[in-house]
């Protein structure tokens, strides 16, 4: 299981996928709580966000197990630990922000819809008393990644635009091929016979 050695130089297709599929959830559910008022569809719209965003980081990290990334591009080691922290502070938040919100909810006394089936589940029995405390830590830990999806955001653009080391081009599609330094081969044109 995830013994082989990923030496292409970039994410496959499917982790490029749950990628994208994630950030599109996460800005979804960061739009609908930024415009809902407590009782609107806007609040249904954040806890379906953020229930496919939990169901799609399962998935994505099933998927990450079983599916070495390619190597880190070449630069500083403090680049590829900075990226180490960043990342792996990204899959925890994707995996625990959903399950606190759904668990907020239930503490409520509201069950949770489970994304693609006609029925909802609780994950506790309420406690009201509990509901407050788990929403607060929901949402301090939406907002301080508010500043971590930055970073990652900033970190990007920073390779692509500065650096032109073709760390971007490792998680889009249809990439064209990464030299071993991360930079793209190369394209001959029709003058270069």
């Not at 959830?25 to 008022?37: G, R, T, W």
């Not at 899959?91 to 959903?98: A, D, E, G, M, R």
Request: aromatic letters at 10%; one cysteine or more; a positive charge.
């Amino acid at each position: 299981m995830g013994s082989e050695l990923n030496t292409s130089g970039r994410y496959d297709r499917i982790a490029v996928g749950f990628h994208w599929l994630s950030a599109a959830l996460i800005a979804l559910a960061y739009v609908a709580i930024e415009m809902k008022s407590p009782h609107t569809a806007w609040m249904s719209i954040h806890v379906w966000a953020g229930s496919v965003l939990w169901l799609v980081s399962v998935l994505r990290l099933v998927w990450r197990l079983c599916h070495r990334a390619p190597p880190p591009s070449p630069g500083p080691a403090i680049f590829t630990q900075l990226s180490r922290v960043v990342h792996g502070a990204l899959y925890v938040f994707v995996l625990t922000q959903p399950l606190l919100g759904m668990l907020s909810y239930s503490l409520n006394g509201k069950p949770v819809p489970l994304v693609g089936f006609p029925w909802a589940i609780y994950l506790s029995a309420p406690a009201p008393h509990l509901a407050h405390s788990v929403k607060n830590i929901h949402e301090i830990i939406g907002n301080v990644f508010y500043g971590v999806i930055g970073v990652h955001a900033c970190a990007a653009l920073f390779h692509h635009f500065l650096l032109r080391d073709g760390t971007m081009r490792r998680m889009s599609f249809g990439s064209p091929k990464l030299t071993a330094r991360g930079s793209p081969v190369p394209r001959k044109s029709g003058l270069d016979c």
